[in-house]
């Protein structure tokens, strides 16, 4: 299985980036997708996540209302739309791989892992 991560780069605060993943090794539309994040010197944090059909979907508080996330099942890939970006948005962002659960933001609920990708925003 292998998540490959891709998009990030520098930009200016309220600025936009579009993260994408494309997975191979497993089966897509069995997994529910998620982004988590990783900021300098902090733990890694959920951000978002999609549910296998790609009607429902979840995002943590910080990125509600600027952060969009979409799959294409048909191109088995995730993506993070990321808008109005913030200095405090600056991590590493990983795609995450996960059977449904009652407990989709708990790291240990996802299966596989991306290598991530570094977005940062400057002020």
């Known amino acids: 299985v292998q998540l490959q991560a891709s998009g990030g780069g520098l930009v200016q605060a309220g600025g936009s980036l579009r993260l994408s993943c494309a997975a191979s090794g497993l089966t897509f539309i069995s997994y529910d997708m ?3 994040r990783q900021a300098p010197g902090k733990e890694r944090e959920f951000v978002a ?3 296998r059909s790609g009607r429902t979907t979840y995002y943590a508080d910080s ?3 600027r952060f969009t996330i979409s799959r294409d099942n048909a191109k088995n890939t995730v993506y993070l739309q990321m808008n109005s970006l913030k200095p405090e948005d600056t ?7 996960g059977r449904p659960s009652s407990e989709p933001l708990v790291e240990r609920k996802y299966e596989y892992w991306g290598q991530g990708t570094l977005v940062t925003v400057s002020s």
């Open 91 to 97: 991590a590493v962002y990983y795609c995450a791989a």
């Open 63 to 65: 990125v509600k209302g």
């Open 34 to 36: 998620g982004w988590f």
């Open 49 to 51: 996540r999609i549910w």
